[in-house]
């Protein structure tokens, strides 16, 4: 879980602000406690509902990570948005097999498992660099 807690904060950060000497962009805020809130909250998500079945637990998952995408799918976070959807299939690989006394999936399994309920891969939906200010007003 160390490596995880290092990556997450080298990878989560979404707040940007405007390099003064070059006028590049840059990331700042980089120890902000709201990407491991939002892996917690996922963890303690998939943990109180392994027993779903797996049709509505997937289709649950898919609604949560599009969403999460949705959220965070900004210029520049694609590490924040993979790194969240690896722990989110480490988390729920995890869980699963925990639902009977004995190994339910191996990783072969589990591959096929996600080819029969895909999980949406993560994306950029917005592009900050993009955005242009409307030409000054002139009197």
């Known amino acids: ?3 995880v807690t290092r990556a ?3 990878a989560f950060n979404t707040n940007m602000k405007p390099r003064h000497s070059t006028g590049h962009w840059e990331q700042g805020w980089p120890n902000s406690p709201y990407p491991q809130q ?3 909250r996922m963890k303690e998500w998939i943990k109180g509902n392994p027993t779903l079945p797996a049709k509505v637990l997937m289709a649950l998952l898919k609604r949560k990570l599009i969403g999460y995408h949705h959220y965070y799918g900004i210029t520049d976070n694609s590490k ?3 790194a969240f959807h690896y722990i989110a299939r480490c988390m729920l690989f995890k869980w699963l097999n925990r639902r009977s006394q004995r ?3 191996d990783r072969e399994k589990f591959r096929r498992f996600l080819e029969k309920f895909p999980l949406p891969s ?3 939906y917005v592009n900050i660099m993009d955005i242009r200010l409307p030409p000054a007003y002139m009197a």
């Open 1 to 3: 879980m160390v490596i």
């Open 8 to 10: 997450l904060k080298a």
């Open 38 to 40: 939002s892996v917690q």
């Open 80 to 82: 924040r948005l993979l």
């Open 103 to 105: 190994k339910s999936f």
């Open 122 to 124: 993560p994306r950029i």
